[in-house]
C-alpha cells in the first residue's frame, strides 16, 4: 500500500469532505463571535436631592464579573459613600469551554480536511482512519451540545447581572428609597447570541457528518453485507415441480 501524499480535490465534493469544511468555518464563527466580546452598560442614578449620576458596567470576556469594579475605590455617588464594589458573577468557566472545544474542533477539522485531501487512499484502505474519526467526531457531538448549554446558560447569568434588576440588587444605594437605578444604555450582545445559535448549529453539523463517517467504516460493510444473503435468500423461487 502506498502511503504518500496525493493530492485529490474529489472529496470536497462528496459529504464527507465537504461537511468537514462546513465544520471548519462554522467552528471559526463559535468562538470568534464570542473570544474578543466587551461591553458596556450605563446605569443613570436618580438621586434623592432631584439630581442624576452616571455610572458604567464595563464587561468582557472571559465574564468573570465578580472581578469587574463597577465602582472603583470609595467614592460620593448621590451624597452617599460608597465602597468599592464588583459586578457580580463568573462565567469564565463555560465560555471558555466552549471557546476552547470551538478551537479544537477547528484544528481536527483542518487536519481532517488535509488528510482527506492527501490521503484519501490511506484512509480508506484502513480500518483504523474511519472509526478513529467516527468515534472523534461522535464525542465532539457530545462536546458541542454540553459546552453550548453551558454557555447558553452563562450567558444569560451575564445579562441578568447586568441589567437593571441585577445592578440594583448590587449597588446597596439602590436598595434605598431615596436613589432609584436604571440601566438606560445596554451593551449588544447579538454576537454574543450568535455564538450560542453557532453551538448547537455546530453540533447538528457534525452530527450529521457522524452518519457519513460510520458509512466508511467496517460496522457499515458488515451491516451490509450480511444483508443481502438474507435478502437474495427470501427472493429465491420454488423450482417447479
Known sequence: MV??????????????????LVEWLTAIFAFGSCGGYS???????GCGDGTNETLDANFHYPFRLSQVPLIETNATV???LVTTTHLVGDSASSVE??????????????????????YMHVYKDSDFGPIFDFVITAILVFLWLVCSSAWAKGL?????????????????????GNVTCEVTEFASMRTLNISVVFGYLNMLVWASNGWFIYKETR????????????????QQVPAAM
Open 219 to 234: 460496522w457499515h460493510s458488515q451491516k451490509i453485507s450480511s444483508s443481502q444473503p438474507a435478502a437474495a435468500g427470501r
Open 156 to 176: 444569560q447569568n451575564v445579562k441578568d447581572a447586568t441589567d437593571t434588576l441585577g445592578i440594583s440588587n448590587t449597588l446597596a444605594l439602590c436598595k434605598g
Open 78 to 80: 448621590c451624597n452617599h
Open 97 to 118: 469551554f466552549f471557546v476552547g472545544v470551538a478551537v479544537v474542533c477547528f484544528l481536527y477539522s483542518l487536519v481532517a480536511v488535509l488528510v482527506y485531501l492527501g
Open 3 to 20: 502511503t504518500g501524499f496525493r493530492l485529490n480535490l474529489s472529496p470536497l465534493k462528496e459529504p464527507l469532505g465537504f461537511i468537514k
Open 39 to 45: 461591553g458596556k452598560n450605563i446605569i443613570s442614578l
